[in-house]
């Protein structure tokens, strides 16, 4: 099992910039596809982005496409989330989550489901405000 501790959410102006970071501990984390998840008041919680092991691998939501970047450093077991250009629609708990499988498949379909990840960080706030 891979712990995760997210960080670096708060409050931020629509049109601002936020940088959320998840660090990873317990098995290797570098061995792993990373994602993030998003829940807001009274939805489901929703895919945002994922990032194969290697890092050679990214995919993300229509929803945040060309304005949140995914990214992670294995020296440092940790993964961020770039967000930019941000919105009221973006407002919502923030969650990183690590594959089941290590050396899991770079598949977007595989990633894009919740049950395929099995360690879950405690969730971040990310409030944008107009």
């Known amino acids: 099992q891979v712990q995760l501790v997210e960080s670096g959410g708060g409050l931020v102006q629509a049109g601002g910039s936020l940088r959320l970071s998840c660090a990873a501990s317990?098995?290797?984390?570098?061995?792993?596809?990373m994602g993030w998840f998003r829940q807001a008041p009274g939805k489901e919680r929703e895919f945002v982005a994922a990032?194969?092991?290697?890092?050679?691998?990214?995919n993300y939501a229509d929803s945040v496409k060309g304005r949140f970047t995914i990214y992670r450093d294995n020296a440092k077991n940790t993964v961020y989330l770039q967000m930019n250009s941000l919105k009221p629609e973006d407002t919502a708990v923030y969650y990183c989550?690590?594959?089941?499988?290590?050396?899991?498949?770079?598949?977007?379909?595989?990633?894009?489901?919740?049950?395929?990840?099995?360690?879950w960080g405690q969730g971040i706030q990310v409030i944008v405000f107009s």
């Open positions: 989550a690590a594959d089941r499988r290590a050396y899991g498949p770079s598949n977007i379909d595989y990633w894009r489901e919740r049950a395929n990840f099995g360690s």
């Open positions: 317990g098995r290797t984390a570098s061995w792993y596809t």
């Open positions: 990032i194969s092991w290697s890092g050679s691998s990214t």
